[in-house]
């Protein structure tokens, strides 16, 4: 369909050159044989990492995120963030990013979303601490688990995970403070991060008013990364986070929470086609949260395997689940997370690297919600700079 | 007191030891700079000669290379910008950052081809600053060369007179082949070819080969039935003899055109490693010899 399209927008131009029916059916054969066996490496959000930052020293990039969205029941659960919550069109995300090396010590990145009116990150970091250290100071998205600081377009779907909107919130956790990280000189990758965050809140965590070094957010995360093969790559991942909980009890003693996660990233290029990928992600967690007179435990988590199957094609399959383990108080139930089942199948095509359409269904099974069947039609484009991504 | 010396000492071999570390990111620049600097420095590239070097896989166990590298060689003019700056800023490595004598992008030692203003996407995946692809072109790579060399002792300046002499070696060996390669390309001047990417107008210059025109519509956009159609139709006058890719680009649809077309199909290596090149001499010599093979 859409090699037709193209091919009645190259016909139509003015100008066009009269073009034989064999030749063209020719070349629309030829060019699925060579869909079939090509895709970008390094993308795995079907959106290209490439940029043409030109000589813009700001780097100044917008990226915009359109959706059409159909919903099964009226009554389904309303996950807020970026995902729409009607029937209809959306405007997902407007983001403004900017980032440049301040002098020879800092540099500054920033990302700014209009549809929230909020900065996701607005971040100052090192870049010339010996010893392999590093830190990030201003407001960024927690290193936690392989979702948490990944923005809108570099999400495989059309919306965010459950388990990051159960244990932080539908954006996740983005907050102020600092960050350490340091890269272990062993001779393969290892860096151990560490971030302290505070005044502000998340659906397992509490830093109203920081009193103390217990009144803050502390997140350590492990990250190791193997190359198994010269085609095949492992990244492992294990995360904590300890902080106030948000539900105190009667006494003015302060409730604990405790998560911990893992996350496993496995990602393979055939030798015969680098352009080819096919990249399983797959994170667990476990949190307990003390709440007046109860212990909360619950756990989930997420696996998705998304496939670069075309210089354009992206395909992405996503099974998530959250189960509640103890704790039966109602009205926490229903903030912190709902015992869930979903699935959820998505398609992208990108006619060049800075635009990008994907079609996606969903069918999701929510505690105290009916079963929703959920359709999404994506449009996204980048214009100025788009910044590299990391693996 | 006789620990401490033997810790000295132990120190003193060391660091007499240690080899300057070079991480490129095309594995051409790798091979240049150990061909200068011979047993003073070891190399590590960071893609493989298979590889597109506009979408790398900016992979974690590459931030490790980066941390322990004395000089990073980069194409520049944007190539590596989709990869290359997560994996500088998580180095951890203030030696390789731009504007330190251990960054370098060797676009800044040759003339450019295609310098744009007033661009933009619209037209495609332009580099503004000019083509990157200027590393196939010898000539071109005979200054890259002399600027590896100066860059090396910048950053070694022990090692002054013997990159010296490794560049004036490695130069004198591409001179060599250089003439070799003009010898052997010059019955062939003015033949035309397609390309599938604007990647070969380095080498066009060097080996007075003409294009007429390229299978992407646009650089970066990926070809229609009847954008390929279209470009049939304009350059089947011009009696195209070849069409020449690199390997990593799809082949079904620029083998149906060149057939269509009358021309051959050849995959080029562009890179050290692609189709068994061990050195970019290699390189060149598979280019050349495969592109006269197919014009004879």
């Known amino acids: 369909m859409t090699l037709a399209l193209l091919g009645c927008a190259v016909l139509c131009a003015p100008g066009a050159v009269p073009l034989l029916a064999d030749d063209l059916a020719d070349f629309e054969a030829a060019l699925q044989a060579d869909a079939q066996s090509s895709a970008k490496p390094g993308d795995s959000n079907g959106i290209s990492n490439a940029v043409v930052a030109g000589s813009d020293p700001l780097n100044l990039g917008f990226t915009i995120d359109f959706g059409l969205f159909g919903f099964s029941k009226k009554d389904h659960r309303a996950h807020g963030g970026?995902?729409?919550?009607?029937?209809?069109?959306?405007?997902?995300?407007?983001?403004?990013?900017?980032?440049?090396?301040?002098?020879?010590?800092?540099r500054f990145d920033l990302q700014y979303q209009f549809t929230h009116q909020h900065f996701e990150e607005m971040v100052i970091e090192t870049t010339a601490l010996p010893g392999n250290l590093k830190i990030r100071a201003g407001q960024f998205r927690t290193k936690l688990g392989?979702?948490?600081?990944?923005?809108?377009?570099?999400?495989?779907?059309?919306?965010?995970?459950?388990?990051?909107?159960?244990?932080?919130?539908?954006?996740?956790?983005?907050?102020?403070?600092?960050?350490?990280?340091?890269?272990?000189?062993?001779?393969?990758?290892?860096?151990?991060?560490?971030?302290?965050?505070?005044?502000?809140?998340?659906?397992?965590?509490?830093?109203?008013?920081?009193?103390?070094?217990?009144?803050?957010?502390?997140?350590?995360?492990?990250?190791?990364?193997?190359?198994?093969?010269?085609?095949?790559s492992l990244l492992w991942g294990l995360n904590t986070s300890f902080a106030h909980s948000p539900y105190p009890d009667h006494m003015d003693h302060h409730n604990r929470s405790y998560i911990y996660g893992t996350d496993l990233t496995l990602k393979w290029q055939p030798e015969s086609d680098s352009r080819f990928s096919l990249t399983w992600t797959t994170e667990g967690w476990y949190r307990e949260l003390e709440v007046p007179q109860d212990l909360w435990r619950d756990a989930g988590g997420s696996s998705e395997l998304a496939a670069q199957l075309s210089l354009s094609w992206q395909a992405a399959v996503r099974g998530e689940i959250w189960r509640r383990l103890s704790g039966d108080t109602p009205s926490i139930r229903l903030q912190t997370g709902l015992e869930s089942l979903r699935g959820e199948a998505s398609v992208s095509y990108s006619p060049s690297h800075f635009s990008r359409l994907r079609f996606q269904y969903g069918l999701e099974d929510i505690e105290g919600y009916r079963l929703n069947h959920i359709f999404a039609l994506q449009l996204e484009v980048s214009a100025g700079a788009h910044g590299a991504h990391s693996w | 007191?006789?620990?401490?010396?033997?810790?000295?000492?132990?120190l003193w071999a060391f660091c007499a030891s240690a080899k300057v570390r070079v991480v490129s990111t095309i594995p051409d620049l790798a091979d240049v700079a150990q061909q200068i600097g011979g047993d003073r420095v070891e190399t590590v590239a960071l893609l493989r000669g298979t590889q597109d070097p506009h979408f790398a896989d900016p992979k974690p166990s590459m931030m490790v290379a980066l941390n322990k590298a004395d000089l990073l060689l980069s194409v520049g003019l944007e190539l590596e910008q989709g990869w290359l700056p997560p994996l500088m800023q998580g180095a951890r490595n203030n030696k390789i950052l731009p504007g330190n004598a251990g960054y370098l992008e060797v676009s800044q030692f040759v003339p450019l081809l295609e310098k744009r203003t007033n661009v933009d996407r619209s037209e495609g995946d332009i580099h503004k600053g000019g083509n990157p692809h200027f590393w196939i072109d010898p000539e071109r790579m005979r200054l890259i060369a002399k600027g590896i060399s100066t860059g090396l002792q910048a950053i070694d300046p022990e090692g002054k007179a013997a990159y010296e002499a490794g560049f004036k070696a490695y130069d004198a060996q591409l001179q060599a082949k250089i003439a070799d390669w003009k010898a052997k390309l010059a019955p062939h001047q003015?033949?035309?070819?397609?390309?599938?990417?604007?990647?070969?107008?380095?080498?066009?210059?060097?080996?007075?080969?003409?294009?007429?025109?390229?299978?992407?519509?646009?650089?970066?956009?990926?070809?229609?039935?009847?954008?390929?159609?279209?470009?049939?139709?304009?350059?089947?006058?011009?009696?195209?003899?070849?069409?020449?890719?690199?390997?990593?680009?799809?082949?079904?649809?620029?083998?149906?055109?060149?057939?269509?077309?009358?021309?051959?199909?050849?995959?080029?290596?562009?890179?050290?490693?692609?189709?068994?090149?061990?050195?970019?001499?290699?390189?060149?010599?598979?280019?050349?010899?495969?592109?006269?093979?197919?014009?004879?």
């Open chain 1, 82 to 106: 970026h995902m729409a919550n009607r029937n209809g069109p959306s405007i997902q995300g407007v983001e403004l990013t900017a980032g440049s090396a301040i002098d020879p010590f800092f």
């Open chain 1, 146 to 232: 392989r979702s948490n600081d990944r923005c809108l377009h570099q999400w495989s779907f059309v919306d965010h995970q459950l388990s990051t909107e159960y244990l932080f919130s539908a954006e996740g956790i983005s907050l102020p403070g600092i960050e350490g990280s340091w890269l272990v000189p062993l001779p393969w990758y290892t860096e151990l991060t560490v971030g302290i965050q505070g005044l502000g809140q998340t659906r397992s965590q509490l830093s109203s008013e920081i009193n103390g070094i217990g009144d803050l957010i502390y997140s350590p995360r492990l990250s190791q990364f193997f190359d198994l093969t010269d085609y095949t």
């Open chain 2, 1 to 10: 007191m006789r620990t401490y010396c033997f810790i000295a000492v132990l």
């Open chain 2, 190 to 296: 003015g033949k035309k070819l397609v390309e599938y990417h604007r990647s070969w107008i380095y080498f066009l210059e060097f080996s007075r080969l003409v294009s007429v025109g390229e299978i992407e519509p646009k650089p970066g956009v990926e070809p229609s039935p009847s954008s390929v159609s279209a470009l049939l139709e304009r350059v089947r006058q011009e009696q195209p003899r070849l069409v020449i890719q690199e390997a990593y680009y799809p082949q079904n649809l620029s083998r149906l055109f060149a057939q269509k077309a009358g021309a051959a199909l050849v995959i080029l290596p562009t890179m050290v490693g692609a189709q068994g090149t061990k050195n970019y001499i290699e390189v060149i010599d598979s280019m050349v010899n495969q592109i006269i093979a197919h014009l004879n």
